[in-house]
């Protein structure tokens, strides 16, 4: 069943777990992630990010995607990632996404949060959810340009009742985009967060946590993590070696058919950690 972020993360937030936001990129791992969820009778998030948005149009993804979440068992959100023009997040507001994400991070607060309003005016008639982000997380790799700001508790108050988004993005320590290795959340700065705020919180680069970390803040007020790296990784390891191992093999459903569990273990092990 198709749902907006809204009425995901907020049953999320009042008992106590997160749900899972997958960066897909076509088929093959948008079906993996829902049948992961559905296993789990878990809502889900499908995440469109700007590497997919350059490889097809926004009306291609939504005609591939909608379908999948009208006949899925289980509440699955169509959302549009970090997306840095707000005629952009517009676009994808009318063409069936669910759920956007204005990044405003790189902007002074107050043009962040004039933005966020604009925006939550558009889509709240259309009942799509609005995703906003205070503090800048930034990127191990590819994204340069980002900067690397923890998230100021003033200025994270000020986009609750001014901007009025229907969940909030955080700086705490974590990195977009991290491969090996681990980051150290602030569990200070998250703890002053936690207790000012009532906004559902959400956090980027989830491949990158530990899972303890991951644990406390599912526990404690973080209702969407936002997973790319871990399935991409598992992507690619999984097809290496079915094609190592199968060097014959060269029809492409055959080959995705050996993929495409992997990939549900994956996610499926990602649920199951938020809570779900």
């Known amino acids: 069943m198709i749902s907006n972020l809204k009425d995901i ?3 999320a937030k009042d008992q106590g777990y997160a749900v899972a936001c997958f960066n897909v990129f076509g088929f093959e791992d948008s079906r993996a992630v829902i049948d992961a969820a559905e296993s789990r009778n878990a809502s889900v998030i499908l995440s469109i990010n700007l590497d997919m948005r350059q490889f097809m149009t926004m009306d291609q993804i939504i005609g591939m995607l909608k379908p999948m979440a009208i006949s899925a068992k289980v509440p699955v959100c169509i959302h549009l990632d970090h997306t840095y023009e707000v005629d952009v ?12 994400m204005f990044d405003g991070s790189q902007l002074p607060i107050s043009e962040n ?3 966020i309003h604009d925006i939550v005016s558009y889509a709240n008639p259309k009942g799509v959810s609005v995703e906003a982000e205070v503090g800048s997380v ?3 790799s590819g994204r340069d340009h980002i900067k690397s700001e923890l998230t100021e508790v003033s200025e994270a108050l000020a986009m609750e009742r001014e901007g009025k988004p229907d969940a909030l993005a955080i700086s705490i320590g974590n990195v977009h985009r991290i491969e090996t290795g681990c980051v150290e959340i602030n569990v200070e700065r998250f703890n002053k967060l936690r207790a000012a705020l009532s906004i559902p ?12 970390d991951i644990k406390m803040l599912s526990e404690s007020q973080v209702t969407k ?12 390891n999984s097809l290496r070696s079915t094609l190592d191992s199968n060097p014959s093999l060269f029809d492409r459903i055959q080959i995705m058919q ?3 569990p992997d990939l549900k273990e994956t996610a499926v092990k990602v649920i199951k ?3 779900q």
Do not use: E, M, W
């Open 9 to 11: 993360l907020l049953p």
């Open 89 to 100: 997040v517009k676009q994808a507001i009318d063409c069936g996404f669910t759920s956007v």
């Open 113 to 115: 949060i004039a933005s």
């Open 138 to 140: 930034p990127y191990a």
């Open 201 to 212: 919180l959400v956090v980027h680069g989830t491949s990158g946590i530990k899972d303890k």
């Open 225 to 236: 993590f936002n997973v790319g790296t871990v399935l991409r990784k598992s992507f690619g």
């Open 258 to 260: 050996k993929v495409i």
């Open 273 to 275: 950690l938020l809570g």
